[in-house]
Structures are given as structure tokens and as C-alpha cells.
């Protein structure tokens, strides 16, 4: 195998080929966009601190961070882009996230301005929506003792699935949608997360489903110490104080620490809670339901949005 054809692979080639098409998709961006892709593992262990070399490369992460933030100001008629603007995840409900990787039909929905409350990085634009790829989460692998298993990232559409599946061979593996489904359908029983991630240097749009814990995700410590890369589903959770018994088991399960224990029942918290779900389907005395909150922005609700966006 020759130099070339160890980093410009097929997908490769498919990744630039879109990217070359998208206004003002720079050749950082290219590049950014691939050695993400390429090298995941390495650039979120590297970006959480956990790589033995983090501390040596720390100053050339800070400057990759500037040229990310600076070239999207003089994009877009703004004063400020934070990396939360370039690199986010949509908490999305068990439903919203099983809809998603059951999609059987292209979608090409080019700005989600009321759903994606950033600044960049908000299209929904899938090509080859059954091309479904769990990945081993980078987040966990960067843990000593990692939540498992650690392929719980699904990957979906062209050209990312197989570019992530020919670029990390030992950490990817083909699943169909119905398996998709059962991944996610068993970490939502485990109490985690579900995201749907966008980033700007991968098209400026939706990649992946990943399914998150507090204790390994990246995304979540980021977004409790100031850094807002994570979007309301556009719910809150309510207590029905007729039904609550003040067990606490939701509270337990919450991975953002929305809810607790009051003098006769559980009190959420408006302000953490990002409208996931997980309480609603661990609350034993089904007392907990999603409700809409205009103030969160607007959910992902897939199908509408594709009525929508065709009519």
C-alpha cells in the first residue's frame, strides 16, 4: 500500500468532493474535517486532556481553535463565534433518535436555524441514510475505566459512514438500522444520553447519534464547565406531584444533575434539565412527562421537519 493510498482512500475522496461544492468550505476546513474523521480517538483524547501528549500539544490545539473561530467570524456577519457554534450536539429524545436512524429516504434540509441554536453547523442533510456505522465512542476510549461497550456512536449517511469505517477499521463495524435501534434502545436503558452531533468541519452538518454518559462524555463535562456545546431537546421534564413518591431513582439516572429530592417530591431544575428523557422511562411511578418549552428552542421532530421542508 502506497503513502497516497493510505490517507486518500475512496471516502476520502467522496469527503472532498462535497466539501469542495459547499461556499466558503475553506481548505483548513478540508483538512480539519478529514483529520477529525481520520484520527477521532486521538482529537477527543487529545481535547479532553487524556492523551499523553496532550500537554506538549496543547499550544497547537489552542492555535487550531483560533483559526477554526477566526475564519468562521469573517464568514458570517457576527462579533463572536465560540467553537460551541462550530461543534454541538441536540439532545434528542428515545423516539426522535429511533426516527432518525430509520430514516429510509435522502433528506436535505440546509439550515435548522430554530432547532440548532448556533451560529454554524446547523444542516440536516443525509445521503444514504440506512449507511449506519457503530463506532468505539472516543469519549469512552480515552477513560481508564470506561461506561461499556464502547461502540454506542452511530455514525449515519455518506460520506462520513465510510469514511470513518475505512480510515478506523478496528473501531467501526457495519450495523443495519434495526441494529441501530437496539443500541440505542439498550443505552437508553442504561440511563445515557442521546445527542445528534453537527460539526462544521464535517460539512457544517449532522453525523452521528452518540449516546452519552456524565462520567465519559466530552460534550457533557464541556457543557457543565461554560462551554454550551449542548442544545436543549426543546422539553423540560414535569412532576406529576400526584403520582411522585419521592423515590429519588430519577435522580440517580439524570445525567445532568436536573432533579432533587424536595420535602415531598422531586423538583427539577428548568435550567439543567435538556429535556432528554431519561427520567420519564426511569421514574417507577411513571410521574415524569416531557413538555414542551418554548424557551429551549424548537425539538428535532424529523418528520415534520421533512414535511416541511418538502412542501
Known amino acids: 500500500m502506497g503513502i497516497k493510498s493510505w490517507?486518500?482512500?475512496?471516502?476520502?475522496?467522496?469527503?472532498?468532493?462535497?466539501?469542495?461544492?459547499?461556499?466558503?468550505?475553506?481548505?483548513?476546513?478540508m483538512l480539519h474535517g478529514y483529520g477529525y474523521g481520520r484520527w477521532v480517538h486521538l482529537y477527543i483524547a487529545i481535547g479532553t486532556g487524556r492523551h499523553p501528549l496532550a500537554k506538549r500539544l496543547a499550544p497547537m490545539a489552542?492555535?487550531?481553535?483560533?483559526?477554526i473561530t477566526r475564519g468562521k467570524k469573517r464568514a458570517v456577519e457576527t462579533d463572536s463565534v465560540s467553537m460551541?457554534?462550530?461543534?454541538?450536539?441536540?439532545?434528542?429524545?428515545?423516539?426522535?433518535?429511533?426516527?432518525?436512524?430509520?430514516?429510509?429516504?435522502?433528506?436535505?434540509?440546509?439550515?435548522?436555524?430554530?432547532v440548532i441554536p448556533y451560529?454554524?453547523?446547523?444542516?440536516?442533510?443525509?445521503?444514504?441514510?440506512?449507511?449506519?456505522?457503530?463506532?468505539?465512542?472516543?469519549?469512552?476510549?480515552?477513560?481508564p475505566n470506561p461506561c461499556l461497550p464502547l461502540d454506542v456512536c452511530l455514525v449515519i449517511g455518506e460520506p462520513f459512514a465510510s469514511f470513518v469505517v475505512e480510515?478506523?477499521?478496528?473501531?467501526?463495524?457495519?450495523?443495519?438500522?434495526?441494529?441501530?435501534?437496539?443500541?440505542?434502545?439498550?443505552?437508553?436503558a442504561r440511563g445515557h444520553v442521546h445527542h445528534a452531533f453537527f460539526k462544521d468541519a464535517m460539512l457544517g452538518r449532522f453525523y452521528a447519534i452518540c449516546n452519552c454518559c456524565s462520567c465519559c462524555c466530552a460534550a457533557i463535562h464541556a457543557h457543565q464547565h461554560g462551554?454550551?456545546?449542548?442544545?436543549?431537546?426543546?422539553?423540560?421534564?414535569?412532576?406529576?406531584?400526584?403520582?411522585?413518591t419521592a423515590c429519588a431513582t430519577c435522580a440517580d439516572s439524570c445525567q445532568f444533575g436536573a432533579l432533587s429530592l424536595g420535602d415531598l417530591l422531586m423538583t427539577v431544575d428548568a435550567g439543567k434539565c435538556m429535556g432528554c428523557g431519561v427520567c420519564v422511562d426511569k421514574c417507577p411511578q411513571e410521574a415524569i412527562s416531557l413538555k414542551r418549552d418554548a424557551s429551549r428552542g424548537e425539538p428535532l421532530e424529523i418528520l415534520a421537519l421533512m414535511e416541511k421542508a418538502a412542501a
Open 7 to 29: 490517507f486518500v482512500k475512496p471516502s476520502t475522496a467522496a469527503f472532498f468532493k462535497e466539501a469542495r461544492a459547499i461556499p466558503g468550505f475553506s481548505l483548513f476546513d
Open 62 to 67: 489552542a492555535w487550531v481553535e483560533r483559526q
Open 84 to 114: 460551541a457554534d462550530t461543534y454541538h450536539g441536540k439532545a434528542i429524545p428515545l423516539d426522535t433518535a429511533r426516527k432518525l436512524v430509520l430514516i429510509n429516504e435522502p433528506i436535505n434540509i440546509p439550515d435548522l436555524e430554530q
Open 119 to 143: 451560529k454554524r453547523a446547523r444542516a440536516l442533510i443525509l445521503q444514504n441514510p440506512d449507511h449506519i456505522v457503530a463506532l468505539e465512542c472516543p469519549c469512552r476510549s480515552a477513560r
Open 167 to 188: 480510515h478506523n477499521p478496528a473501531k467501526t463495524r457495519w450495523i443495519s438500522p434495526s441494529e441501530a435501534v437496539a443500541i440505542i434502545e439498550a443505552e437508553d
Open 227 to 244: 462551554t454550551p456545546m449542548l442544545a436543549s431537546s426543546g422539553y423540560v421534564a414535569c412532576v406529576d406531584e400526584s403520582s411522585c
